[in-house]
């Protein structure tokens, strides 16, 4: 046997070694980290043309984009996505750079930022949005296999006949009939250490709520959902015409802010596009 033959043998038994193996491989699945992690995807921007239901001027604002971010908290005991993007993932057309819905316009799909950190929609415990609007649950079907915490009063209008024109029902459908958590209480601890917890904010829409998440390295940060949008409803006390309930935000704000001071927690607010455009996206995360 020559050398060349030898080596051609080796070579084929090695391929055939190696084929149970190669067909036995898993995906792997992501473990628990030790310690909570906050992932941000990029989920779009909103290019809102008229800014005047905001009760703001062009003049008082830095820019009348939207970012859309998209949240997994990773913890020991599960993983929840909290606000999932306004244009839906099965709107990626091949070719299509950026597909759009209504003011938003999105590049890169939920399920590819996920599988980037080695994520599927189905390592997912629990779903929660902030609010019902189409620009929170764009990609809601993706989790209809987790538990939803969701407040009876916001689960109502998602679901109500005719629906609310402030969404897309086609986008959360398969959520009727997930397994869920009807929130009842203020606060909500998901993993019942403290930290993450879904807190009671409404009047943006009837059970609008934030989500506290405590990290160790990073600090505690509050996500806003819509309590506001543009950063300078806040320093200008501004309060968007088109909510459900004015007065009800109005409060809701008050006791949030004073939350903030007591717990030292930052404030990210959504869909504010300066501040969105410095913070960390996955892969790299927050702990
Ligand atoms: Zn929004």
């Known amino acids: 046997m020559t050398t060349r033959t030898l080596r051609a043998l080796i070579a084929i038994i090695g391929t055939i070694l190696a084929l149970p193996l190669a067909s036995m491989a898993q995906p792997v699945r992501p473990q628990p980290p030790n310690s909570v992690r906050l992932y941000m995807f990029d989920c779009g921007q909103l290019n809102i043309a008229d800014i005047s239901v905001y009760q703001l001027k062009r003049e008082e604002i830095a820019t009348n984009m939207m970012s859309v971010p998209c949240f ?28 759009t819905l209504r003011a ?28 019902f609007h189409w620009d929170h649950v764009g990609n809601a079907n993706l989790f209809a296999g987790a538990t939803w915490l969701v407040r009876d009063s916001e689960r109502e209008l998602m679901f109500a006949e005719p629906p609310s024109p402030r969404t897309e029902p086609a986008n959360f459908s398969a959520l009727k009939t997930s397994r869920r958590v009807a929130i009842t209480t203020p606060d909500y601890d998901v993993f019942g250490d403290g930290t993450v917890v879904v807190k009671a904010a409404y009047g943006h829409s009837p059970g609008h709520q934030v989500l506290f998440v405590k990290l160790a390295k990073t600090g505690p940060v ?9 950063p ?10 088109t909510e459900f309930n004015v007065q009800q935000t109005i409060d809701s704000r008050a006791a949030i802010e004073s939350f903030l001071a007591q717990s030292k ?12 455009a410095k913070l960390k996206k996955s892969p790299a995360f927050y702990d």
Do not use: C
């Open 222 to 230: 509050v996500l806003s959902g819509d309590l506001y949008h543009y």
């Open 104 to 131: 938003g316009t999105s590049t890169k799909t939920l399920r590819s930022q996920m599988a980037e950190i080695g994520y599927a929609p189905g390592d997912i415990t629990h779903l929660a949005f902030s609010h």
């Open 72 to 99: 997994l908290i990773a913890h020991p005991r599960g993983n929840l996505m909290w606000d999932v993007g306004a244009v839906p993932d099965t709107a990626f057309r091949p070719g299509v750079v950026s597909p």
């Open 232 to 241: 300078e409803e806040r320093t200008l006390k501004r309060v968007p015409a």
């Open 265 to 276: 927690a930052e404030l990210w607010i959504e869909h504010d596009f300066t501040q969105n």
